[in-house]
């Protein structure tokens, strides 16, 4: 099992920036690749961002330059970047992880809201 606490969440105007961060825990040894999903009332969740133990990043199209995924491997963190954020951006931020096996893990979530 892995456990995963999320933190930076919050309230910021458009244009504005944010960042997420996730620290993991537990069976930490078979992680594969760690990321970042969102969810808006309504809508299903959506991976935005995930990086592999080395480091190589992929992002959704619609954060693509805006959005900058990082970790650090000795602290089993996860972060996420947000600037120039849009109204659009508001959600519910999960922290995912994916191990092996097949197992995947998402964290309680994180509240941001982008007014305009």
């Known amino acids: 099992q892995v456990q995963l606490v999320e933190s930076g969440g919050g309230l910021v105007q458009a244009g504005g920036s944010l960042r997420l961060s996730c620290a993991a825990s537990?069976?930490?040894?078979?992680?594969?690749?760690m990321g970042w999903g969102r969810q808006a009332p309504g809508n299903q969740r959506d991976l935005v961002a995930t990086i592999t133990k080395s480091n190589t990043a992929a992002y959704a199209d619609s954060v693509k330059g805006r959005f900058t995924i990082s970790r650090d491997n000795a602290k089993n963190t996860v972060y996420l970047q947000m600037d120039s954020l849009k109204p659009e951006d508001t959600a519910v931020y999960y922290c995912n992880v994916l191990g092996s096996y097949g197992s995947q893990y998402w964290g309680q979530g994180t509240q941001v809201t982008v007014s305009s």
């Open positions: 537990g069976s930490v040894f078979g992680i594969i690749s």
